[in-house]
């Protein structure tokens, strides 16, 4: 955290919080102007496009200003509040006074949060009538949902556009040119509008689900990517686990089918160095790092924290690393640098997934790798010469690449050696 001292008092200003972030949103106050706070106490929520934070205050004193509002996007470096370290608590002076954000009067809406302030917005609810029923009055998502529930909703609902005027068609001279297409996603096409029934709801996005919309959008209109697929006899890998796995649970760590994954995965990476890149403007990029990034499943969303020189890491090594990061990313403790810098990703289906399934480059890296459920099934092994029926646990993969630095010859060769390492179980622990 950077900070400039006048006399007694310091200046907080807006972390970066994360290797490619430039600015974050204010988020919430959790304290006022005349607050006295103790050294490290969470001040200020402060969200940005990897991940939400708490804003720990860098000295002890009293909150004499606040530079910003909640909402307010705020660049890096750039102060947000000033703390003074000789000043008493409930001192506000008149410099704060004038730069500070000007306080909710009597007909302003409780505290409210960005996301239901957001929420209202859409819906089009006015929040100065809505009676909040969270902590202080404080006006949560509940009160807002129940406002457009209530007997004005009918007004605030949106009315669907009248159906467009019947046109007579006239027939055209022979020689004319065919109309042009209209612009914009999808041309001619036209959405229908959406006509409110009994029993529909509504669900708004939340932040996060908006971040993971936009980003899945925009890697399908950059990347052309393309899918290629394998099948892998897990049964090495599976009698390696099985012989360590009890004591690697005495030692603390969760000997997942996962982790050999990832460390097979990491290993090919290197072999395969165009896998491990991204694209620039009219170039790519190998990187020099293998950051896998393993896709976790939250209440708020998907989330992606990294794994950092993953190549470098044994099969206990990675285990660990799975188990801090996927815990971390529940509890919603993962920091911006969690979720940054990942140079490829894999995507796990967990214990209720399906037999395969292709996924969505996570930008910018250049392909993603989607693992299948594990299965057992019937194989045809070769054993002295003859060919016999076996029963061993089967794995599909499915590999999504960007076409335009991967080609067909380097993707498959990548996935069959993901595919050949896991055979073979040919693992360090």
């Known amino acids: 955290m950077g900070y400039g001292a006048a006399p007694m008092a310091t200046k907080v200003t807006m972390p970066q919080l994360g290797e490619s ?25 402060i969200l940005t496009d990897k991940a939400d934070s708490e804003l720990p205050a860098p000295v002890a004193g009293v909150v004499t200003q606040l530079f910003a509002a909640e909402d307010d996007i705020i660049a890096v470096g750039d102060p947000i509040c000033e703390i003074d370290e000789s000043a008493q608590a409930g001192a506000t002076p008149a410099a704060a006074s004038a730069q500070a954000p000007a306080a909710p009067d009597a007909a302003s809406p409780s505290p409210t949060s960005p996301s239901v302030r957001k929420l209202a917005r859409e819906k089009d609810v006015d929040l100065t009538g809505v009676q909040g029923s969270g902590d202080g009055g404080r006006i949560v998502r509940d009160d807002v949902m129940a406002a457009i529930g209530s007997s004005s909703s009918p007004q605030r609902m949106a009315t669907p ?29 036209r959405l229908p509008p959406y006509i409110p029934k009994d029993g529909d709801e509504i669900v708004p996005f939340t932040r996060r689900r908006r971040i993971i919309a936009d980003h899945m959008v925009y890697s399908k209109q950059t990347a052309p990517d393309v899918v ?22 005495k030692e603390g760590v969760n000997l997942t089918y996962l982790g050999f994954a990832i460390a097979a995965t990491a290993r090919a990476l290197r072999e395969f160095p165009e896998i491990n890149s991204r694209v620039l403007d009219d170039a790519f990029v190998k990187l020099a790092e293998v950051n896998v990034g393993i896709a976790v499943d939250t209440d708020e969303g998907l989330v992606v924290p990294v794994i950092r020189n993953t190549d470098d890491l044994t099969i206990r090594g990675v285990a660990r690393a799975v188990a801090d990061v996927a815990e971390r990313a529940r509890s919603g403790n993962l920091t ?7 140079t490829f ?3 796990n289906p967990g214990r209720r997934g399906n037999l ?28 002295e010469g ?9 794995m599909h993969m499915a590999l999504t690449y960007d076409h ?26």
């Open 21 to 45: 972030v430039v600015e974050g949103t204010i988020g919430k106050w959790l304290v006022s102007v005349g607050q006295s706070v103790a050294k490290d106490e969470p001040i200020v929520e």
């Open 356 to 383: 395969v399934g292709g996924a969505i480059i996570s930008q910018p890296n250049v392909a993603i790798l989607r693992l299948g459920t594990i299965k057992k099934r019937v194989v045809v092994i070769e054993h």
């Open 404 to 429: 335009r630095v991967v080609d067909g010859v380097h993707a498959n060769g990548f996935l069959y050696r993901i595919a050949e390492i896991l055979e073979y179980g040919d693992f360090e622990l």
């Open 161 to 189: 556009p009248p159906p467009p005027a019947i046109i007579p068609q006239v027939p055209a001279p022979r020689l004319a040119q065919p109309p042009a297409r209209a612009t914009g996603p999808g041309g001619a096409f």
């Open 336 to 342: 911006p640098n969690d979720l940054s810098g990942k």
């Open 386 to 394: 003859e060919d016999v029926m076996a029963i061993h646990p089967v």
């Open 345 to 347: 990703t894999i995507s």
């Open 228 to 249: 290629t697929f394998a099948e892998c006899d897990l049964h090495r890998t599976a009698m390696l686990r099985d012989q360590h796995k009890g004591h690697f649970k």
